[in-house]
Each structure stands twice: as C-alpha cells, then as structure tokens.
C-alpha cells in the first residue's frame, strides 16, 4: 500500500523560508514522478510544482515559481519542497502526491495522495 | 479565477443522475486528457477518473466521464448520500507548462 507522509508545515512570518518533506513507501519510488499540490482553507486544489521519476524535468505554477524549489532523493525515497520569500497566499495543506506516470505531464493523473502537511504565512 | 471552470454546486435526489461540467481551452482540455478526483470533507483527495474516461480499480461504475472538444463532464448515476463531496477537474496546460484545476463543484444529495 501506498504511504505519504508529509512533514516541515508551521507557522512562518512572511518572507521567510520553510522546508517541506515527504516519506514514500509502498511502491517502487524512482519508478514515478511526484508532485506537491496545495489547498487554501475553505478552496480549490492548486498544483504547485512536479518533478518527473529522475529529477531532469521540473515545473512550477507560475504563483511560486523563483520561490519554492522542489527536489527528490530517490535513494531515501523521499520528496522536499523548499519555500522562500513566502506569502500570506501561501498558506495552505500542502500535499504530497504520487502521479502514476514517470514524467510530471501529461499523465493519467495523481493517483496517491499524502494526509498533508498545513503551511500558516501571517505575521 | 481557475483555468478550468467548474459550477460552485449542484444538487439531485438519491438514485437520480447528475452531471458535473467542466470548460476549459486549447490549450488544456482540447489536446490533453482530463481526470477527475473526489475529496471528502476532510479529506485527501483521490483519483476518480483518469484519460478523460477511465475508471481506476475500486471506483464505481456509477461514476463516468466524458470529454468534447474543450469541456469533459462527470456524471454520477443512482445517487447515493455517500457520494456528496467535492469534485475537481484537471488537465495538463500547455501554455502554463502545468496542471490547472477546475474550482471544484460540491454534490449535495437532496
């Protein structure tokens, strides 16, 4: 069975920076590109940035791109997500999400998603 | 304002069928496939339909999708109390170079 676990969410100031983690287990990791997407409370789902099986091809949304970075370790089976300069609009439950293809798009969609991790920017 | 438009909600009876829209463009519905996920109050969402039509193992086939030209519809059939959740679209955007989610439409189940 599919396992992520999310972990790195707190209260931050903005403008400051925070590092989000993610613990795969459950499936062969380096077979799959993964994504974060995040929900604002009360909203909509936005994708925030994927990373395709090898780490070569990455994609932001235009919202955190030159802000967040995102990045794999495929040895430890983990995925990260590194915020700076963050932003009131950047709160939200961040997910980590399995996609069910080896590119980040286009693919046959996220087919396994983490509890996810709650990210609060206010002063 | 999301790339994909979704209705806020929609509302039938149990056993009845309802169908969720969702319009978007050229450069995401028309040439790349859309998939549908349901989330629970909650909840973490999960995948529902994928490739337009597609059901993953263990979804119902009481849920379909469908796709023309710019917008794919979801359509639910014998609805039952278990199914209100909220609904979201997505498709790949060629232009953003990025996934773009409908709003989402919550399902109440009169």
């Known amino acids: 069975e599919v396992h992520l676990v999310e972990s790195g969410g707190g209260l931050v100031q903005p403008g400051r920076s925070l590092r989000l983690a993610c613990e795969a287990s459950g499936f062969t990791f380096d077979d799959y590109a993964m994504h974060w997407v995040r929900q604002a409370p009360e909203k909509g789902l936005e994708w925030v940035s994927g990373i395709s099986w090898s780490g070569d091809t990455i994609h932001y949304a235009d919202s955190v791109k030159g802000r967040f970075t995102i990045s794999r370790d495929n040895a430890k089976k983990s995925l990260s997500l590194q915020m700076i300069s963050l932003r009131a609009e950047d709160t939200g439950l961040y997910y980590c999400?399995?996609?069910?293809?080896?590119?980040?798009?286009?693919?046959?969609?996220?087919?396994?998603w983490g509890q996810g991790t709650l990210v609060t920017v206010s002063s | 304002q999301s790339v994909l438009t979704q209705p806020p909600s929609v509302s039938e009876a149990p056993r009845q069928r309802v169908s969720i829209s969702c319009s978007g463009g050229?450069?995401?519905?028309?040439?790349?496939?859309v998939n549908w996920y349901q989330q629970f109050p909650g909840k973490a969402p999960r995948l529902l339909i994928y490739y337009d039509d597609q059901l993953p193992s263990g979804v119902s086939d009481r849920f379909s999708g469908s796709k023309s030209g710019t917008s794919a519809s979801l359509a639910i059939s014998g609805l039952q109390s278990e199914d209100e959740a909220d609904y979201f679209c997505?498709?790949?955007?060629?232009?953003?170079?990025?996934?773009?989610f409908g709003g989402g439409t919550k399902l109440t189940v009169l």
């Open positions: 050229s450069s995401n519905i028309a040439y790349n496939a």
């Open positions: 997505a498709a790949w955007d060629d232009t953003l170079t990025g996934w773009v």
């Open positions: 999400v399995k996609d069910s293809g080896i590119t980040v798009a286009p693919t046959n969609g996220f087919d396994s």
